[in-house]
């Protein structure tokens, strides 16, 4: 296995404190900073590969992957926040998993600058999330690119999303900013809200060459403007 597989096994935990739980078996821990920089890959086989640990212990961290990726085998997490709050999650690559980065009711979260791919879900936020901020990122050939359920008041920002079935899916998820984003050559939309999802701003996104380019469906009042839609099916 390349170095920092683990086959089979318990996911890496990073935490504040002296070592930064397990950040010291990939990475570099700077304690003052409270910041995590790998200096290796990482593949993760049958677990997800990076937790932050349960507690106020776990929040407050960055994970920064300095380019280095991790790869799964098609099941679990690459990174799982949890219901942290004030972390980051930013420059790694990410490559199959079930999901390449999940919150589970986490708040007040960054996760930019990521390479994310053949992953079903690119980047999950899940019940309850909020506040968090999605930019930058780069998501190719997930089945979905960002997902959100039941989650508010989050910003997905300048994100590039190529290929899969949906590019951004929002379903049960109000009073969301959607912004500056590319969605190209999704199968099923560009971008889609649905389940109830109310009082979504959907605005400056280029949404090109997907079968359907915005999807809206069981909502309301999501203010969509200055959007470009170019070689759309639908």
């Not at 300095?66 to 942290?84: K, N, R």
């Not at 009082?199 to 203010?223: E, H, K, Q």
Request: charged share 10%.
């Amino acid at each position: 296995c390349p170095s920092g597989a683990r086959a089979g096994s318990v996911p890496h935990g990073i935490q504040d404190g002296a070592t930064g739980g397990e950040c010291i078996a990939f990475g570099a821990w700077d304690a003052g900073q409270k910041t995590c920089t790998m200096d290796q890959d990482i593949s993760a086989l049958g677990a997800a590969a990076i937790e932050f640990a349960d507690g106020a212990v776990g929040d407050g961290i960055t994970l920064d992957g300095a380019g280095h990726s991790i790869t799964g085998d098609g099941t679990h997490v690459g990174v799982y926040l949890g219901t942290h709050t004030n972390n980051a999650v930013k420059n790694m690559h990410v490559v199959n998993f079930y999901a390449g980065v999940e919150m589970f009711t986490g708040s007040s979260n960054t996760v930019k600058d990521n390479v994310i791919s053949d992953c079903n879900e690119g980047i999950a936020l899940l019940n309850a999330s909020a506040f968090n901020v999605i930019s930058g990122n780069t998501l190719t050939a997930n089945s979905a690119g960002i997902v959100l359920y039941d989650s508010t008041i989050n910003v997905i920002d300048t994100n590039n999303i190529t290929g899969g079935n949906a590019g951004i899916s929002l379903r049960n998820s109000s009073f969301n900013n959607i912004i500056h984003n590319v969605t190209t050559q999704c199968a099923f939309y560009g971008i889609g809200l649905s389940n109830a999802s109310h009082f979504n701003n959907v605005y400056s996104n280029d949404i090109l060459g997907n079968t359907n380019g915005l999807s809206i469906a069981d909502s309301m009042s999501n203010p969509a403007f200055n959007n470009n839609f170019i070689n759309n099916t639908a």
